[in-house]
């Protein structure tokens, strides 16, 4: 059997997508899809666009995984913008936990390559917070998208 790696980047928003289109070439899919999906010239890389939400974001890594045949070798990567107490904005960060808020589920990550980032916790919850005072960073999407990426 032929190895033939495959990588799915998932965000939640249109403005996160757009950079990551064209910086690696992708084009928006030619078929009817429930997310917006966007493939490389090769068809071994999609972008979806979730929408926001872990369950939007779950769904749309299923939608991912289903579009490229199943199976194994599948990179997963869900880049995002996420809020932070005192982090300045456009700071890079590795997520080490996803601790999902509303269930206390704590999910661990495992990255096979090395970034030169710093790592941080990252919570997932529900509504948008206006106080971030904790230390991590927030999002509403990343335990969902675990969820499903790491089975």
Known sequence: MKFEPRL?????????????????GL?????????????SACGRELLVVSGLGRNLAAAAAMHAYHELGGGAHIAWLN?????????????????DQVVESSSGARFYP??????????????TVDVPQGTMADGSLYDMEASGFFQIASR
């Open 8 to 24: 799915v980047w998932l965000v939640a928003l249109p403005a996160e997508a757009r950079p990551l289109c064209q910086l690696f």
């Open 27 to 39: 084009s928006p899919s030619t078929q009817s899809t429930p997310f917006p999906t966007y493939v």
């Open 79 to 95: 880049v995002g913008i996420a809020g932070h107490g005192h982090h300045p904005l456009g700071s890079a960060w590795l997520v």
């Open 110 to 123: 495992q990255p096979v390559v090395r970034y030169p980032f710093p790592s941080n916790t990252l919570t």
